[in-house]
């Protein structure tokens, strides 16, 4: 089995840390254009009381489900980012550091 050359790897690396920004735009494209011309706003909802009203009332446990969904995801949000900044910042600072010590030495 051959071995994968530097610049491959290289690319997958990049690629890995580029799916979620290209997962992101994906999705918030098929949004918009689902949306089609209507657009998306936050008056869509009052707009469309009716039907959301009538799947209510259609509906006794999903639109609970959902909300409870949302406002956990809505809660845990921060602190999700929160952690994942200082994941990035504990796996990053040391390499950081050790190349700057690495070049400060290399230059005395």
Request: proline share 6%.
């Amino acid at each position: 089995m051959a071995a994968s050359s530097p610049s491959d790897r290289r690319w997958w690396g990049v690629a890995w840390r580029l799916l979620p920004l290209a997962v992101v735009v994906l999705f918030a494209f098929t949004a918009f254009w689902v949306a089609g011309d209507k657009g998306i706003s936050l008056e869509s909802p009052i707009r469309h009381r009716a039907i959301i009203d009538d799947f209510v009332s259609q509906h006794r446990v999903a639109p609970v489900a959902a909300f409870v969904i949302m406002y956990i995801y809505g809660s845990l949000t921060p602190q999700l980012i929160a952690a994942l900044v200082g994941l990035g910042l504990l796996t990053l600072g040391p390499l950081v550091v050790k190349r700057w010590r690495a070049h400060a030495h290399a230059v005395t």
